[in-house]
């Protein structure tokens, strides 16, 4: 029993009794080495004492129990732990070297302690690593257990270097880091759990070869370093973030990402550079890119969820094995969904075409949904192959937004559109598969919620006549010609470019708008607005007659002198028979003066009037006059309220 102090000065002092209780002091200094049992191992009791190695001095722990108390180290003392040395619940404060040593109970180390190449570090039943200090590992160096049931590491501090924590279940809430340049940390072949923080920083790479329970965790990757998730020993990361700064990378080198229970999210750059398994719920508010050759594959059930995007590559692929996928999120590029070992696909999200090799989307016989968007890019190309389930054997296309401007084939064509279309550009085109042909060449019907939008110089013709209840829009430099008649019996058709149709147009409901150019007769029992909206006027071109019946409605907009731009006008090239009502409606805080005089309809003769008059008033002093002629009609200000 020790209560003073015993000191090792310049030589080697070995202590070798058969049990040691000290509350005193035990130390080396001065180049002392002080040599704490050889030949067999002892218990020492230091709850209250000191053990510590001064400047110049040694201690060597060998082979026996060191309980409680205090170790440390000053200037450029050492304490080395050898030959299988237990720490068992104490306090360092200063430097510990490890040749082959075990932990038991709470270690308080506010110091260091290094593991060197080649050393072990050993957990003896149940460890709690906390304090302000560090372990240092490098080469090949070991944190591992004992080969007890129990063993297992509870970190509350930093644990970095490079070395293996090598089947040893650790719970980390403190940091686990791999900041050793051109080296690598590896947690391999247990299970972490991790509530706080795993990084690969300074160029080192973290591999991540076990199970990682990360909800409420971060697993980080910073600038030029790199975490690897591997499946050597089913290398699976469930909840939490993953994230990355600056140039840092995530790959996933066959390893897992698991949603089934706890949400793992990537909120940084995750490189699949051989193959990712997924399942459950992956929530990607970063970039998750497809390299190489390789492929997602679904484990479970799959959702893809997140404002980020998943980008894909040509022979890269998403395999299902027969497991739902759902798609939330965005997914771009090219290769293919679904591959040879296809899947029901449900996508929500955006599915986007964007590069010169063709996306394919490749169901299983459950067919894919599209409730989202697809998007095809200028000179870019997305195959559907399979059952579609949006697209039913007759042809009616429901749900799904569709913006195309390079190629979209589907299995075959639309002769209903209850979706949402848009064509831009020349080569815009949407094909059927078998046979090879523009899949909206026999379109005959627009339904309710059906929206086609042709813009940015498309042309799209018919061989069919076409029916609309929806929207139909025809931009500017755009046509849309129709082999057979145009009936509108609701919803809106709206030409700012080239409408032409074999027979006339029949509004019977809904409404016609636009400062396009109508290339057919029109009879309209339902609203004709001359420009894009009330409140735009524009000048509408009818080629043909334009005959207006009781129920039908014109509306113009006058804010200016100058027609077409200013004011509204409806320009018929033939005879033009109205009846109905005529609204008129000032806009851009125009007020015209006394005299002024609006040719708002031309054609080559004008029978007929209109029945009712709305917007004459201009103010208390002035209103329009409507004047018809012989082959107009116009609005001439007079004074005197209306």
Known sequence: MNHSTINAVSGTLYMQPTNVVNTGTLEASSGGIMELTTGFP?????????????????????????????ITTAGTGVIQANGDAILNSLTNNGTVLVSA?????????SGVIQVPSAAALSMNGPVTLTGSGSILMSGTSNLRTSGGTSDALTNQQLIHGYGTLYELPVTNQGQ????????????????TGNTSLLEASNGGTLELDSVINNAGGTIEALTSSTVVFTQNFHGSINGGTLTTAGTGLIEANNGELDGTVNIPTNAGKLNVVNALAVQGTINNTGTI??????????????????????????NTCFEGLGNSFTNESTIEGSGSIGDSNPMPITN??????????PLLIVPDASGFTNTGKLIVNPGRAMTVKNTFNNLSPAGVLTGGTYVVSGALTLQNAITTNDASITLQGAAAEISNESPSNNALGALAANA??????????????TTTGLTNAGKITVGADSSLSVGGGYTQTSGATQVDGALSVNSPMNIEKGTLLGQGAVGAGVISSGTVTVGDSATKPGKLSVSGTYTQTATGALNLAVGGMTVGTQYSQLAVSNGVSLAGTLSVKLVNGFTPAIGDTFTVVTGSAVSGTFSVVKGLSINSAEHFSVGYGANSVTLTVVSGAN
Do not use: H, R, W
Request: proline share 3%; glycine share 16%.
């Open 448 to 461: 309710p919620k059906g929206v086609l939008l042709l813009q940015k110089g498309q042309a799209l013709a």
């Open 101 to 109: 040593a075990a932990l038991e109970g709470t270690i308080t180390n």
């Open 42 to 70: 002892i218990t020492y009791t230091n709850t209250g004492g000191t053990i510590q190695a001064l400047n110049g001095g040694i201690v060597q722990m060998d082979g026996s129990t060191f309980t409680g108390g205090t």
């Open 289 to 314: 890119t497809i390299l190489g050759n390789a492929c997602i594959t679904l484990n479970l059930p799959t959702t893809l969820t997140g404002s980020g995007k998943l980008v894909m590559n040509p």
């Open 348 to 357: 929500t999200g955006t599915i986007l075409a964007n590069q010169g090799s």
């Open 176 to 191: 686990i880091v791999a900041d050793s340049k051109g080296n690598t940390l590896t947690l391999a072949g247990s299970t």
